[in-house]
């Protein structure tokens, strides 16, 4: 599966009508603020993201985390132990096509 671009898979998380928006708070702080562009890591520990989105309760990141798992936008792979984080990697549920906006015809 080829790398997704993190601002074009924002983008088509922000346009999904499934999630809400505290789902897409979480998408957003993953995709601007956590993944890294060079190492292809992402990889915030629930406290971070606690602390990053504040005012966001732990249970209400676990759920969104929980909903964008379940509608195929994030794959999370569990750490095991001392030193193992748990890893998110983007997906898209389908093809993600990049927005560009139409040229205007000149009249």
């Known amino acids: ?21 505290s789902t897409k708070a979480v998408a957003s702080a ?5 993944a890294n562009d060079k190492t292809g890591q992402l990889n915030p520990s629930l406290n971070t993201l606690v602390e990053f ?3 966001m309760s732990l249970a209400t990141i676990k759920r969104c985390l929980r909903q964008l798992v379940e509608f ?5 792979t569990e750490g095991r132990g ?3 984080c748990t890893e998110y990697d983007l997906r898209a549920p389908s093809k993600i096509i990049p927005f560009r906006p ?6």
Do not use: T, Y
């Open 1 to 21: 599966m080829p790398k997704l671009n993190r601002f074009e898979w924002l983008k088509a998380v922000l346009q999904c009508a499934d999630l809400n928006s």
């Open 82 to 84: 001392a030193g193992n």
């Open 53 to 55: 989105l504040a005012g």
């Open 102 to 107: 139409q040229k205007r015809a000149h009249q």
């Open 30 to 34: 993953l995709s601007a603020q956590f």
């Open 72 to 76: 195929g936008w994030l794959n999370r």
